[in-house]
Structures are given as structure tokens and as C-alpha cells.
């Protein structure tokens, strides 16, 4: 089953899995990537065992912090 990823936090663009060989044991790996046009670059996650294990790590997203906690009074 394929799991699902959110799309990109710069541009909202889709990302997709990219699925490897790792060289030492010739066992397969997967990547999350996608090209952002906002940033004019690739950006993708490192090489895991699984596609739930790089979607876990591409799904991560910081918690907003509100205006009113970045607003210190004198």
C-alpha cells in the first residue's frame, strides 16, 4: 500500500516517491521528493527501508507559533 504524502510546505506542490537500490546489500530504498519552484530546488528526504518510513519523515511539520507568542511585551 502506498502511503500518502502532504505536499510541499514552500509551494504545495505534489511530492512523490523515489524508490532506489542501496548499493551495499542491493536491497530496496525509498525517498520522498519533489522540485519546488519556490525555492528552485530538489528537496528530498534521506533513504529509508520503507515508504511509511520516508513518508513518516516528509509528513513531519512544525507546529505554527502564534503572532500574539512572538510578540514580547517590554
Avoid at 502532504?6 to 512523490?16: E, L, N, S, T, Y
Amino acid at each position: 500500500m502506498t502511503e500518502k504524502l502532504k505536499h510541499c510546505p514552500f509551494c504545495g506542490g505534489v511530492a512523490v516517491f523515489d524508490q532506489g537500490i542501496a548499493a551495499g546489500n542491493g536491497s530496496a530504498t525509498f525517498s520522498a521528493t519533489h522540485y519546488c519552484v519556490t525555492l528552485q530546488t530538489r528537496i528530498q528526504t534521506r533513504n529509508y527501508g520503507s515508504e511509511k518510513d520516508a513518508a513518516s519523515i516528509w509528513n513531519r511539520r512544525m507546529e505554527p507559533v502564534s503572532r500574539r507568542e512572538e510578540v514580547t511585551q517590554p
